[in-house]
């Protein structure tokens, strides 16, 4: 098999004493290429280092997470803005609106997920959307910029059955990983309606490692267990489920 993490901090500290190793041990599962989301300035010297010592496998792309939006915000959209002219990038994120935690820049994350949406218009670029209690409002930004007009990923896909129809309609597809495998979620719904031709699978590592190694540190080869539960879910074969997404990825990313 040979599959794509579409959503992978694999730059963040927690993999410094052991990077390589973690490669390593994707690359033997059969994950042939890892897409790195930015989270904010202080992030993007990291990202692209490890871009530089795993070429062709770790792809930046750049953006402002949500939860870095703060008073600050236009400075460090100027910094992503930048680094798009400056640099080749696979997507734009990760980018969205957070309100699980606060409330107190609702506004500017709205303001600041709108200009990502224009810059992934304008470098033809997919969007990663991290949409954290903030869903609805999300679909509704979408709908006023216009759909049709960007595509991309709506990571860790967060909502009903009903909800991954509206954002398949919308152009999007939706990131399945780590997740799908709890008990009492809800993510195995929504990829039966999605359907696999609408996924694409991801880690969030080192975030939502799948079952067995739940509250563990997540790494890009425990995506062959998010493979195992959607051929479950989907009832179709673990290397159907590896190629279709395969394939979903390296067409929104045009790899």
Do not use: W
Not at 141 to 169: D, L, Q, Y
């Amino acid at each position: 098999m040979q599959l794509i993490d579409t959503h992978n901090h694999i730059y963040l500290p927690g993999f410094d004493g052991d990077r390589d190793e973690v490669i390593q041990r994707s690359m033997a599962a059969g994950v042939r290429r890892i897409m790195m989301p930015n989270i904010d300035s202080t992030s993007v010297a990291p990202m692209m280092a490890a871009g530089e010592r795993y070429p062709g496998i770790c792809l930046p792309m750049m953006g402002l997470h949500p939860t870095s939006v703060k008073e600050n915000y236009r400075d460090e959209l100027a910094i992503v803005e930048t680094a798009l002219r400056e640099h080749k990038y696979y997507g734009i994120g990760e980018t969205g609106i957070d309100l699980y935690h606060d409330r107190t820049f609702v506004k500017e994350q709205t303001i600041a997920f709108r200009r990502h949406l224009e810059l992934a218009e304008e470098h033809g670029l997919p969007v990663i959307i991290h949409a954290r209690e903030s869903l609805d409002l999300i679909i509704e930004v979408i709908r006023s910029f216009g759909p049709g007009r960007v595509n991309g990923i709506f990571h860790a896909f967060p909502g009903t059955a009903e909800e991954a129809i509206t954002v398949i309609k919308l152009g999007f597809m939706l990131g399945i990983g780590g997740v799908v495998t709890f008990k009492n979620g809800r993510q195995a719904e929504a990829a039966i309606a999605a359907g696999v031709n609408n996924i694409v699978l991801e880690t969030d590592a080192p975030y939502l490692a799948p079952v067995p190694y739940r509250g563990k540190r997540n790494e890009s080869a425990y995506l062959v267990h998010v493979t195992d539960k959607l051929s479950e879910v989907l009832a179709i074969t673990p290397v159907e489920v590896a190629d279709r997404t395969t394939e979903n990825a390296m067409r929104l990313f045009r790899l």
